[in-house]
């Protein structure tokens, strides 16, 4: 079935390290984004992709990366830079070239600090 | 600002009674309207959408109706069961260079058996 994959469901960081995350979709969309969800507020966006080889960052981008290779996979990176990294990250995926359509979202993975 | 938000934080309904479940918007210059089902540990599920040349539309057991002279959003669930607890939320697709959505914070479905 298509969909959106997202890894690690679960993921500890130390003091100092980075840790990346994996959005893999086999949905054929040209657009992924990535999201920030914190308890009792709506999802804000980190970084979002319309193409392959090219990304724009969103309204919290400070202490992320990303980088967009392939178009099925847009991979964050969670650096020592950011300092308040806990939080549930979704990544997302349309097909921006047909219109408005919805964001489809992966499971989510769920960001501690150890 | 521009915001996207919603009346009820929490909703307990009866199981097989009607939900509703509303959204301000306050972007005028939003066409586009989505609103999601998000279950406890997992991602928002696309539920269903609607344009701002509509004023309702029906899915299966949902409807979502559109005032745009209030900027009112609406997600009508007939027949509520104990699988559509969860939290809802709305989001609203402003015009811009790429398809910038504005998430609400959500209301949670509580249904009652």
């Known amino acids: 079935d298509g969909g959106i994959t997202q890894s690690p469901k ?64 847009f991979p964050l990176t969670v650096t020592s830079a950011q300092k308040n990294p806990t939080a549930f990250y979704l990544c997302a995926s ?4 047909q ?12 960001l501690s600090i150890l | 600002g521009e915001s996207v938000g919603l009346h009820l934080p929490t ?25 999601y089902k998000q279950e406890s540990g ?19 057991r949902v409807t ?5 002279t209030v900027k009112h959003l609406s997600l009508q669930i007939a027949a509520t069961q104990p699988g559509d607890s969860a939290v809802y939320f709305c989001a609203e697709n402003i015009a811009g260079g790429y398809q910038k959505v504005t998430f609400g914070t959500g209301t949670k479905l509580q249904v009652i058996p």
Request: hydrophobic share 25%; aromatic share 12%; charged share 25%.
């Open chain 1, 10 to 73: 679960y993921l500890f960081r130390k003091e100092g390290q980075n840790v990346t995350l994996s959005c893999e979709q086999n949905l054929n969309h040209d657009a992924m984004y990535w999201y920030r969800q914190d308890p009792g507020q709506g999802l804000r966006l980190i970084y979002y992709s319309q193409i392959v080889n090219d990304f724009q960052k969103g309204d919290i981008a400070e202490g992320y990366s990303v980088s967009r290779e392939k178009k099925e996979s």
């Open chain 1, 94 to 97: 349309n097909d921006s070239g």
């Open chain 1, 99 to 110: 219109g408005k359509q919805p964001q489809h979202f992966g499971d989510g993975t769920r």
């Open chain 2, 11 to 35: 909703l307990s309904v009866q199981e097989g009674d009607n939900s509703i479940i509303n959204c301000a918007y306050s972007n005028s210059a939003s066409d586009y309207f989505i609103w």
């Open chain 2, 42 to 60: 997992k991602g928002p599920q696309f539920i269903i959408d609607i344009r701002s040349n509509m004023d309702k539309r029906q899915g299966q």
């Open chain 2, 64 to 68: 979502v109706l559109l005032n745009k």
